[in-house]
């Protein structure tokens, strides 16, 4: 069983930065399209990006041309380079596949972006 553990986390002014950071306690396939997701208090949690095995990658248009995905199968880790944040993306951020989720939920990493 896979355990996936989110972390990079933290409280940031808007307009700064964060790299999060996805590490799998057992080796994934390199042919998993990972993504990751974030859940707002009150909202459903949403998919803000994914890569491919190839380096193929997708943005919800809310994160579009600020975060970047990308992957290290070498490290087994995931990671997430925030940019430009806004109050907005305030949330728990976490890792799974993608666009199917097939494994647990980890205990996320929270991002509080200040206004």
């Known amino acids: 069983q896979v355990q996936l553990v989110e972390s990079g986390g933290g409280l940031v002014q808007a307009g700064g930065s964060l790299r999060l950071s996805c590490a799998a306690s057992?080796?994934?396939?390199?042919?998993?399209?990972m993504g990751w997701y974030r859940q707002a208090p009150g909202k459903q949690r949403e998919r803000v990006a994914s890569i491919t095995s190839i380096g193929s990658t997708n943005y919800a248009d809310s994160v579009k041309g600020r975060f970047a995905i990308s992957r290290d199968n070498a490290k087994n880790t995931v990671y997430l380079q925030m940019n430009s944040l806004k109050p907005e993306d305030t949330a728990v951020y976490y890792c799974?596949?993608?666009?199917?989720?097939?494994?647990?939920w980890g205990q996320g990493t929270q991002v509080t972006v200040s206004s």
């Open positions: 799974n596949t993608a666009p199917i989720v097939t494994t647990a």
């Open positions: 057992g080796r994934i396939s390199s042919s998993l399209t």
